[in-house]
């Protein structure tokens, strides 16, 4: 996520460094340098100024005041003024109606359909809601089968009703569905187009006054950068929506959109999407996004990630194994498919201060576990639950069949005993030790 932009931030900024105060001639180096890196990342060009300038007053106001050095001085306001541009704090979404209704517009392709799983889902971990997806589009029946596929994924009902071409009668009946049966979320997603057109806009504000939602979001792809600013200011000139749904956030997005969508729309990015899979959603923080854009990673989102993923009664069998040297290879594959949950590997190094500067020009692939995986389902249930019993043939056989080598198997297992022996420590109070071995 905005690697190039992170980049260029950070040179940019260095050139303060060993300079005992900011003056004007190197702020405003500086700072041509800041406008570039964000021009470049597709910012808008007036937001791109009126963003320098800000930065260059109150450098140059706050310099004498403060004991910090110049180079930390300026990092601390861009960090400022970028949350600042991205909307200050984080908004949610108003679940305050019995339904309450959540109306999906945007283009085709943008992410709506994908997003209103990923939402339904959201919600319904919250355990407190019990969400309804409904199908508007009532062009492309392929979108209407889609989103039952996205429902039985997550377990979340769909309504729909094919051969209906009333967009508004069948929002309206889905509300009425929602209502007879319980449920206190509904989730509309609408058709889109490839491009703003006028009778897309004429539907969707029907559906808009017919059905008086909550929330309307728009949803926007962050890889279309200026088009997507401008896409949103003709979706909220005529619908006047609450927020705005960032999406593909997890691709070598350059970043325009989301930092110049704000200040465009006055609108507050309500929530990022980061994958295709369905737990792929993140509430938009701005502070949060300003320390990554800045490359500082995100540790409470990571942390967050991992949360959502944990599972109290898994985590206390697992110890029991561990205590009991029972740990196996079948644990380690449910322990990597549950990191795989969380995100695509570079996007979690990304979230990791600093990391993304040290892995710079390392390829990391997405799927990085694939080989591992392939490895362990080559083992038998035996060899699975036991590796002690993994000898000379039985890894010829297992490298056969993952399409590996020996070299590789004795890698897994090396590690893997690595890794169940700290495990082991951690348990035994070893943990606190450690802590402590790492802070001296
Ligand atoms: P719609 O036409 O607006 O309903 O868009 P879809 O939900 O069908 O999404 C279009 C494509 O974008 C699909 O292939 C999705 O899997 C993909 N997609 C949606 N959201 C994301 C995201 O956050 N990240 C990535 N990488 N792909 C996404």
Redesign the pocket.
């Known amino acids: 996520m905005f690697n190039n932009l992170s980049e260029k931030l950070d040179k940019a900024l260095h050139v303060l460094k060993g300079h005992g105060s900011i003056t004007e001639v190197n702020v405003a180096e500086t700072l041509k340098e800041v406008r570039r890196a964000l021009l470049d990342a597709d910012v808008n060009f007036k937001i791109a100024k009126e963003f320098t300038n800000t930065v260059k007053e109150k450098a140059l106001g706050q310099n004498v005041l403060t004991t910090l050095q110049p180079s930390q001085l300026m990092v601390k306001i861009v960090k400022d003024e970028l949350t600042e541009l991205m909307g200050g704090d984080a908004e949610g979404i108003d679940l305050s109606g019995d339904p309450s209704v959540i109306l999906m517009s ?10 209103s799983g990923k939402l339904a889902n959201y919600l319904k971990n919250k355990k407190t809601k019990k969400p309804l997806l409904v199908a508007c589009d009532v062009y492309r029946p392929a ?1 209407i089968d ?1 989103l039952h596929v996205v429902g039985d994924q997550i377990n979340v009902e769909v309504f729909s009703d094919k051969g209906n071409n009333d967009p508004v009668a069948i929002a309206k009946a889905g509300i009425a569905h929602a209502k007879a049966n319980g449920f206190n979320v509904v989730i509309i ?1 609408t058709a ?1 187009r490839l491009a703003v057109d006028e009778a897309m806009m004429t539907e969707i504000s029907n559906i808009h006054e017919a059905i008086e939602p909550q929330e309307t979001l728009f ?1 926007v792809d962050s890889m279309t950068g200026q088009d997507a600013v401008n896409t949103a200011k003709a979706f909220n000139d005529i619908l006047n929506f609450d927020g705005v749904i960032l ?5 070598d997005t350059r970043g325009g959109a989301a930092i110049s969508i704000k200040s465009v729309v006055d609108k507050p990015i309500k929530f990022i ?4 899979k369905m737990e ?1 959603i993140d509430v938009f923080y701005p502070s949060r996004m300003a320390d990554r854009i800045l490359g500082m990673g995100d540790v409470v989102s990571l942390v967050e990630r991992a949360q959502d993923q944990y599972d109290e009664e898994e985590a206390r069998k697992l110890q029991k194994k561990i205590a009991k040297n029972q740990f196996g290879f079948d644990d380690f594959l449910k322990q990597i498919q549950q990191i795989k949950k969380m995100g695509n590997m570079k996007d979690l190094i990304g979230m990791i201060p600093g990391a993304s500067k040290m892995m710079k020009g390392i390829d990391i692939d997405d799927d990085a576990f694939k080989g591992i995986e392939a490895i362990i389902h080559s083992m038998t249930p035996e060899e699975r639950t036991n590796p002690s019993v993994i000898n000379a043939s039985r890894k010829k056989r297992i490298a056969k069949g993952s399409g590996t080598s020996v070299q590789e198997i004795n890698q897994l297992l090396k590690q893997f005993t690595q890794m169940s022996k700290m495990m082991k420590m951690m348990q035994g109070g070893g943990g606190k030790r450690m802590m402590q071995m790492m802070k001296n």
């Open positions: 945007g283009l085709q392709g943008s992410g709506k359909t994908t997003f979108a889609q997603d889109g949803v999406t593909k956030l997890d691709g999407g980061t994958g295709e792929a």
